[in-house]
């Protein structure tokens, strides 16, 4: 453990506080004003869409970068001016970054050696890390001896092995093909809670930032869009934007009022649709998710008619693309039979509860 962790609080070990950080480069600003408080022991997501500030958040938390303006604190330490190597953090590469000369245990070994740790020693922790990655036995390899998931694993057991306060992972998975990405994040999250190592994750994949995280921190243009965990994300989108990019939802203008007897609803192309209670009035965005809708056939009172215009079937589900007065709609049932055939007439019910509304 360095100095500097040495120096911090047990309980402040690894929060990291973002207040007011501005990065510029040049004329562009990557980072507008961020606030962001990260707890110890809490894997936290930085999702948004490329270009959004994802990465130059990590890279300030790291150290490669330092902010144009505002405070970075990790545990109870001001680190807005500290390089790289004063800070007790590790990060994993989107390439993995190894030495391709060096055998596997060479690399996890590399850190510890590098802060003077006896050889000896440092090849013990090292294969004691390659353990907790499933890789014991493999030290003696190379890196272009390994596969890529293998690779990525030594990526982790390399940075772990040097107890970090912080670990940071840029799109560990983005090399990696759709079946493996969901077996590593299973892996990477599970050593996360073993360890209880404060995590910060990278990714623009909202379903893998969904499946790892204890909390999202969603950024747009810089900023922060929504804070939360995945559930509160989903449920209570703050925008059209998080609602559009956290899960699949139906998004529909519509101009919300208050009926007589209190309750709120939404207006669409003269069609009322009752929704929860809510502040907003006027334009707005209506957020049918999946499971707010069901189908039948016939009609039935309150319901809105519809015509199935697409089915795709998927085996374990169904897509049906709907023509109805609200505009086109998707629709998911969680099926393995085609219940209701292309041009076929249906009626679709929404559960109001489980609709919102955003600007
Ligand atoms: P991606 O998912 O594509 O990696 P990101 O959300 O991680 O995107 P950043 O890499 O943090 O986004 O970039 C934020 C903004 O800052 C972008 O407009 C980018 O072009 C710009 N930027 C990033 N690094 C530099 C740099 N070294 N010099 C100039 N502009 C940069």
Same mark, same amino acid.
């Given at each position: 453990?360095?100095?500097? =962790?040495?120096?911090? %609080? $047990?309980?402040?070990?690894? #929060?990291?506080?973002?207040?007011?950080?501005?990065?510029?480069?040049?004329?562009?600003?990557?980072?507008?004003?961020?606030?962001?408080?990260?707890?110890?022991?809490?894997?936290?997501? +930085?999702?948004?869409?490329?270009?959004?500030?994802?990465?130059?958040?990590?890279?300030?938390? *790291?150290?490669?970068? $330092?902010?144009? =303006?505002?405070?970075?604190?990790?545990?109870?330490?001001?680190?807005?001016?500290?390089?790289?190597?004063?800070?007790?953090?590790?990060?994993?590469?989107? %390439?993995?970054?190894?030495?391709?000369?060096?055998?596997?245990?060479?690399?996890?070994?590399?850190?510890?050696?590098?802060?003077?740790?006896?050889?000896?020693? *440092?090849?013990?922790?090292?294969?004691?890390?390659?353990?907790?990655?499933?890789?014991?036995?493999?030290? @003696?390899? +190379?890196?272009?001896?390994?596969?890529?998931?293998?690779?990525? #694993?030594?990526?982790?057991?390399?940075?772990?092995?040097?107890?970090?306060?912080?670990?940071?992972?840029?799109?560990?998975?983005?090399?990696?093909?759709?079946?493996?990405?969901?077996?590593?994040?299973?892996?990477?999250?599970?050593?996360?809670?073993?360890?209880?190592?404060?995590?910060?994750?990278?990714?623009?994949?909202?379903?893998? *930032?969904?499946?790892? @995280?204890?909390?999202?921190?969603?950024?747009?243009?810089?900023?922060? =869009?929504?804070?939360?965990?995945?559930?509160?994300?989903?449920?209570?989108?703050?925008?059209?934007?998080?609602?559009?990019?956290?899960?699949?939802?139906?998004?529909?203008?519509?101009?919300?009022? #208050?009926?007589?007897?209190?309750?709120?609803?939404?207006?669409?192309?003269?069609?009322?649709?009752?929704?929860?209670?809510?502040?907003?009035?006027?334009?707005?965005?209506?957020?049918?998710?999946?499971?707010?809708?069901?189908?039948?056939?016939?009609?039935?009172?309150?319901?809105?008619?519809?015509?199935? %215009?697409?089915? =795709?079937?998927?085996?374990?589900?169904?897509?049906?693309?709907?023509? %109805?007065?609200?505009?086109?709609?998707?629709?998911?049932?969680?099926?393995?039979?085609?219940?209701?055939?292309?041009?076929?007439?249906?009626?679709? #019910?929404?559960?109001?509860?489980?609709?919102?509304?955003?600007?």
């Amino acid at each position: 453990m360095s100095q500097l =962790a040495k120096a911090t %609080s $047990l309980a402040n070990f690894g #929060r990291v506080q973002f207040t007011d950080v501005v990065k510029n480069y040049g004329k562009i600003r990557a980072v507008n004003g961020t606030t962001l408080s990260i707890d110890p022991g809490q894997l936290v997501t +930085l999702l948004g869409p490329s270009g959004c500030g994802k990465t130059t958040t990590l890279r300030m938390i *790291a150290g490669l970068e $330092l902010p144009t =303006a505002g405070r970075i604190e990790i545990g109870d330490t001001d680190v807005s001016n500290l390089p790289a190597t004063y800070r007790n953090v590790a990060m994993v590469f989107q %390439s993995y970054a190894l030495f391709p000369h060096m055998s596997v245990l060479d690399n996890v070994s590399y850190g510890l050696r590098m802060t003077k740790v006896p050889k000896a020693d *440092a090849y013990v922790r090292a294969e004691q890390t390659l353990g907790l990655v499933g890789l014991e036995g493999y030290g @003696s390899r +190379l890196p272009s001896e390994l596969s890529g998931g293998q690779q990525q #694993r030594v990526a982790v057991a390399r940075a772990v092995v040097l107890q970090p306060e912080v670990l940071l992972l840029d799109e560990p998975l983005s090399n990696l093909d759709a079946k493996l990405r969901r077996q590593v994040r299973e892996e990477i999250r599970a050593l996360q809670q073993r360890l209880q190592v404060t995590t910060i994750y990278v990714t623009h994949d909202q379903e893998e *930032a969904m499946a790892v @995280s204890d909390r999202i921190i969603v950024m747009e243009k810089g900023e922060v =869009a929504q804070d939360g965990t995945p559930q509160d994300l989903y449920e209570h989108p703050r925008s059209r934007f998080i609602a559009s990019f956290i899960g699949e939802a139906n998004l529909v203008p519509c101009s919300i009022e #208050r009926a007589a007897n209190g309750q709120c609803h939404a207006e669409v192309n003269g069609v009322h649709v009752a929704v929860p209670q809510t502040e907003l009035r006027g334009e707005a965005t209506l957020v049918i998710r999946p499971e707010a809708t069901t189908l039948s056939e016939g009609d039935g009172a309150g319901a809105i008619p519809a015509t199935v %215009s697409s089915v =795709a079937y998927l085996g374990d589900r169904v897509y049906y693309g709907l023509s %109805s007065p609200l505009g086109q709609l998707f629709h998911i049932e969680h099926t393995s039979s085609v219940r209701h055939p292309k041009s076929s007439d249906v009626v679709i #019910r929404f559960d109001a509860a489980k609709l919102r509304v955003v600007k």
